[in-house]
């Protein structure tokens, strides 16, 4: 089935936030990995959530973000219509109006994300409303994520040398004031490689947070981003205090290029010719005593074993996060 709305994806963070699990939010830049995290949540029976970052739509569009945008977008709604769970698409720490616009305008995603974190409190808020506003007006459903605090590292082209922690009393009213449907919050966790034992986590913050939300009668699904390098255990505990959507990214690029060295690794004297052999690539092994097995070198073999990889990884995650089984569309 096609991928689906705001508000069938607001109804999935409805059933997340009342049966404290979380959706992981899967970024993608091409389709191997995009076919792989269907596939595997297809198997885990948990509704997927693509995400696809301003980088990653100007990789795809060969350097024109709108070109990709549309691109991946017809590509994950075709493959979407052979699967019975629900598949949604985020748009993951935008930071250009010009193309947030283009996005509402096109009406592909399910959600988007304006990151203004790096803006001083009232220019976050300015921004975060504007996109609110500007979905308001071209009456769209799309739903807005939007970020108070830092995560420490580099996502696409937001760089940040250290984290800084959500304040509770200020998350109170940045919701109120911009009407975001969800809020990113920043709680220790670093973008990119990281490892959870090096990690200054704070699960007592995203709790703050729930419960000054919900003291204000805003029941707001929170956001962890750079989980990455977060422990299982970890995780777990901070779904328990209103994180029901957990980004994931780093994970994926680190399996999808592992899976296929160990491919290539694993096979090859088919590949490169052994010492005494001229390497005659534009001449494709035509004058001497050897060639490079096609079973091997065709992408489609290492792109099977990547989406095959990738399934894996997302069902484990699923299980992890508690969405496996709770598919909301299936």
Known sequence: MPFYSGAELDAVYDDAL??????VASNIAEPNVMMGLMEGASQANSDLLLQLSGGACKFAGDGDPVAGLKAMGNYIEVIAERYDIGVFLNMDHQTDMEFIEKQIELDIPSSIMIDASHEPFE???????QVVEMIEDAGRDILVEAELGRIKGVEDEIVSDEAFYTDPEEAVEFVDRTGCDLLAISVGTQHGVAKGKNLELR???????RQELRDHGLDTPLVLHGSSGILPEQLQQMLEYGICKVNKDTRYQYEYTRTLFDLYRAHTDELVP?????DDRDGFYNAVDWSPNKDVFDPRVGGRDVRERIAEVHQDLAEIAGSAGKSKYA
């Open 18 to 23: 009342d049966e404290g699990f979380g959706l």
């Open 123 to 129: 220019g976050n808020i300015e921004e975060s409303r």
């Open 203 to 209: 699960p007592d913050i995203a709790q703050d947070i």
């Open 274 to 278: 052994p010492e005494g052999i001229e």
